[in-house]
């Protein structure tokens, strides 16, 4: 692990710096830019710094955003699977699961319907 990752050492009740926040202070410690970030990455610059300010909605989905988490994390030396963790507490998004209502189906008929053959 870095020294830097030996900085941020995040527990699960840690939450005073936003996912964002730590993303940015751990680019700006190795000295890059957004730019530099996105080419290694691949992630585009505008939504490196959507991330890091914490602009969900410009990103183009949940999914996209707990990835560009993980990748990020990695490429900071963090534990990624804490900064998700992380995320997902500070957003609260995956906290509760949408409530599902399905059709009921319809009654089983006792006989069936009568045909008749001319």
Known sequence: MNEFADMYKQSEHQTELSVGEILRRGRKYFGKSVEEV???????ANQI?????GNLDEL???VY??????SYS???GLDPD??????RLQYGRFGSKPELS??????EKKSPDTIIII
């Open 38 to 44: 996105s080419l290694i990455l691949r992630i585009r």
């Open 49 to 53: 710094q959507a991330l890091e300010e």
């Open 60 to 62: 183009p989905g949940e």
């Open 65 to 70: 955003a707990i990835g560009f988490v993980r």
């Open 74 to 76: 990695e490429y900071l």
């Open 82 to 87: 804490k900064m998700i963790k992380l995320y």
């Open 102 to 107: 399905f059709p009921a189906p319809p009654e």
